[in-house]
């Protein structure tokens, strides 16, 4: 297998996702779930991810889709990059082992059928309010955050950009 149809291989459909961690379960796996945008990746990105991975077997990226960043209410330029290539971005991070698309407001369906053990957010969330909380924590998992590394937002990198 190529290098670049293994990154291919690692962004799935939520009923792919499903066959894929049943079986990572089966096998005595702990699944860690967070999600994001990930429009520019950078620094604060590649270690948040790796940290994440740290947590568990088997990391899970469910990246917002186009339609679903516009909603968010980021700024009108955004996303600067499709949701293909953001995937595939997250999915070239030797940290990640799956990568879905999510097109709703929040990823609440999602964890609720994936049901990781590990749930994990930015530490700009407090746990009891990170969405999946009460799935992931009824079914015996935790709920972590990452602290971010300081000066590294895709916010502050888009200003950067236009003041130059």
């Known amino acids: ?3 670049h149809s293994s990154i291919n291989d690692k962004i799935v459909s939520l ?7 049943h079986s990572d379960k089966q096998n005595g796996k702990k699944v860690v779930f967070t ?7 950078h620094k604060g990105h590649v270690d ?6 740290d947590k568990g077997d088997v ?27 953001r995937a595939y971005l997250i ?6 082992s799956y990568v879905t698309l999510f097109n709703e407001d929040t990823p ?15 530490s700009d969330y407090k746990p009891e309010a990170i ?15 990452i602290d971010f590394i300081e000066g590294y937002s895709t916010t502050a990198i888009e200003k950067k950009i236009k003041a130059s």
Do not use: H
């Not at 994936?114 to 749930?119: G, Q």
């Open 91 to 96: 999915a070239a991070l030797e940290s990640v």
């Open 48 to 53: 948040y991810l790796a940290k994440a991975a």
């Open 15 to 21: 009923s792919q996702l499903l066959e894929k961690i």
């Open 1 to 3: 297998m190529s290098k």
């Open 59 to 85: 990391l899970i990226v469910a990246v917002n889709t186009d339609d679903s960043v516009k909603r968010l209410g980021k700024s009108p330029s955004r996303p600067i990059q499709d949701q293909e290539a």
């Open 108 to 122: 609440k369906e999602l964890i609720d059928a994936i049901v990781p053990d590990v749930l994990v957010k930015g």
């Open 35 to 41: 999600n994001g945008c990930f429009d520019i990746l």
């Open 131 to 145: 969405v999946g909380y009460d799935t992931v924590i009824k079914n015996g998992g935790t709920v972590e955050t």
